[in-house]
C-alpha cells in the first residue's frame, strides 16, 4: 500500500493576482481619516503623505546600492542608479502640486486632529539624509526612544554615508584621499576638502566618463534642494510662519535647511572648471 494513500489531496496552490501580490485590499484599508465628521481633504493628506514613505523606502533601497556601486568600483551601475535617483526628486516635486490643490483652509479643517503627528516626525526621511552625507545625531531625539524610528537613524549615523563610499570610488580611479577623511568621525556631516575638489577637477578635465557621473551627481544635488525649496513654501503658503503641527518646527526650520548640499566639493569647486 502506498503510505501516502491515505493522506488528504495537497490544497491548490493560489495563482498570484494583481491584487494578491501588490496586496491591495490591505494598501487601500490603511487609510484612515481622524476627522469627525470627516473632512473630504484629509484623504489626500493621508494618501500624498503615504507614498512619500514608499518613496522614501525606494530611495533608500537605491542609494545602498549606489554605496555598493561606489565601494566595487562599478561605474556604470552607479551612474544607472543616481538616474532612477534623480528622477524619484521630480516626482517628489510633482506631487507638491497636488498637495498645493488643498487650501489653507482646507488643511485648517482638519489640522487640530493630527495633535502631535508631524512630517517631521518622518524616521526614512532623516535617514536619506544621514545616507547622503548631511548627519545630526541630535535629530534623534526627535523619535521614541529604542522606538523603530530611532534605531533606523542610529543605523545610519554610524555607517558609512554615501560621500564616504564615493572617496572609496575615487581611490579605486587612482586619486589619493586625506586620510583625516578616511578615518574621520562618522556621525558628522560631510565637509568640504580641498584635496577632493582637485581630484574632481583633474576629473572634468581629464575623464569625461567620470565627468558624466559627476554631473548625475550635482543633477541629485540640485534635485533634492529643489524638493526643499517646494518644500518650504507649501508650508509657507498653507500655515505661513506657524509652528508645525504637534509644535514641530515648522517653515523657519525648513528654510535653514535649504541650499545645503550633500556634495559639497562638488560646488565649492565649480568656479575653477
Same mark, same amino acid.
Given at each position: 500500500m502506498n503510505e501516502n494513500e491515505h493522506l488528504p489531496p495537497a490544497t491548490p496552490k493560489k495563482a498570484i493576482t494583481y491584487a494578491s501580490?501588490?496586496?491591495?485590499?490591505?494598501?487601500? =484599508?490603511? %487609510?484612515s481619516p481622524v476627522s469627525d465628521p470627516p473632512e473630504h481633504d484629509?484623504?489626500? /493628506?493621508? +494618501? +500624498?503623505? %503615504?507614498?512619500y514613505e514608499l518613496w522614501f523606502k525606494q530611495m533608500l533601497h537605491e542609494l545602498e546600492k549606489v554605496k555598493r556601486d561606489f565601494r566595487e568600483n562599478h561605474l556604470y551601475g552607479a551612474m544607472a542608479t543616481l538616474k532612477r535617483c534623480r528622477m524619484i526628486m521630480k516626482t517628489l516635486v510633482q506631487q507638491l502640486? +497636488? $498637495?498645493e490643490t488643498m487650501t489653507p483652509t482646507d488643511f485648517n479643517s482638519f489640522r487640530e486632529r493630527l495633535e502631535t =503627528?508631524?512630517? /517631521?516626525?518622518s524616521a526614512q526621511f532623516r535617514a536619506v539624509e544621514f545616507m547622503l552625507g548631511y548627519k545630526r545625531p541630535n535629530m534623534l531625539g526627535f523619535h521614541e526612544p529604542g522606538g523603530p524610528g530611532q534605531a533606523l537613524l542610529q543605523h545610519h549615523l554610524q555607517m558609512p554615508s $554615501?560621500? *564616504?563610499? /564615493?572617496? =572609496? /570610488?575615487?581611490?579605486? !580611479?587612482?586619486?589619493?584621499i586625506p586620510v583625516e577623511l578616511l578615518e574621520r568621525d562618522l556621525t558628522q556631516p560631510t565637509e568640504t576638502n580641498a584635496q577632493v575638489q582637485d581630484a574632481l577637477l583633474d576629473i572634468y578635465r581629464t575623464k569625461? *566618463? $567620470? =565627468?558624466?557621473? $559627476?554631473?548625475?551627481?550635482?543633477?541629485?544635488?540640485e534635485g533634492l534642494q529643489?524638493? !526643499?525649496y517646494r518644500h518650504v513654501k507649501m508650508v509657507e503658503r498653507t +500655515?505661513?510662519?506657524k509652528p508645525g503641527t504637534g509644535g514641530s518646527p515648522g517653515a523657519d526650520f525648513l528654510r535653514a535647511t535649504l541650499f545645503k548640499p550633500v556634495f559639497p566639493d562638488l560646488w565649492a569647486m565649480r568656479h575653477r572648471l
Open positions: 501580490y501588490l496586496r491591495v485590499d490591505e494598501l487601500l =484599508a490603511l %487609510q484629509e484623504t489626500l /493628506f493621508i +494618501i +500624498i503623505h %503615504q507614498v502640486d +497636488i $498637495l =503627528a508631524s512630517g /517631521f516626525q $554615501l560621500v *564616504d563610499c /564615493f572617496y =572609496a /570610488f575615487l581611490i579605486h !580611479r587612482g586619486y589619493s569625461p *566618463d $567620470l =565627468a558624466n557621473l $559627476l554631473e548625475l551627481m550635482t543633477d541629485f544635488d529643489e524638493w !526643499r +500655515i505661513g510662519h
